[in-house]
């Protein structure tokens, strides 16, 4: 088993490569669009990562025979589908970090919990006996509440 220094080491490793990796993706989506146009080509809409509209194109003059409310479902519709494009790359980006935490503490707990790894520390404190058998009936008494 590795040392604590060398687990820390390897720890630390672990994040400034995690760091780098986050870096060039926040790089990457500070660039990203998406652009999605009409059924009929009437508009095309793009937007930002963060789902900030970056331009609307007509391509033709239709849209001036078209009622306001027609005309306003029709920028909301397409807007609203650039908007779930560009979200749903986001979220497939960042996807590849949840977790990150979770491995980092188990790199350096040996895959232990936190409190698995104190137990013994708990254990030496006066009235721990009395405190954990206290916790016990609490939540004996939680489980038949909950029946």
Same mark, same amino acid.
């Given at each position: ?60 003059? #239709?849209?001036? &025979?078209?009622?306001?409310?027609? @005309? ?8 609203? =589908? $650039?908007? +779930? %494009? ?25 895959? #232990?919990?936190? &409190?698995?790894?104190?137990?013994? @520390? ?8 009395? =405190? $954990?058998? +206290? %916790? ?12």
């Amino acid at each position: 088993m590795a040392s604590f220094a060398e687990q820390i080491d390897q720890a630390l490793a672990a994040l400034d490569e995690q760091q780098t990796r986050m870096a060039a993706v926040a790089k990457e989506l500070e660039a990203a669009t998406a652009t999605v146009t009409t059924k009929d080509r009437l508009v095309t809409a793009k937007v930002g990562a963060q789902g900030q509209v970056v331009s609307l194109t007509f391509h033709s003059t #239709a849209y001036r &025979d078209m009622a306001p409310a027609q @005309l306003g479902r029709v920028l909301t519709d397409v807007l609203n =589908e $650039a908007r +779930a %494009e560009i979200g749903e790359r986001v979220a497939a980006s960042m996807s590849q970090f949840s977790g990150l935490g979770e491995a980092l503490a188990g790199s350096m707990t040996g895959g #232990a919990g936190l &409190d698995d790894l104190l137990e013994p @520390l708990r254990s030496m404190r006066p009235g721990h006996a009395e =405190e $954990a058998e +206290a %916790e016990k009936r609490r939540r004996n008494r939680q489980e038949e509440f909950r029946g």
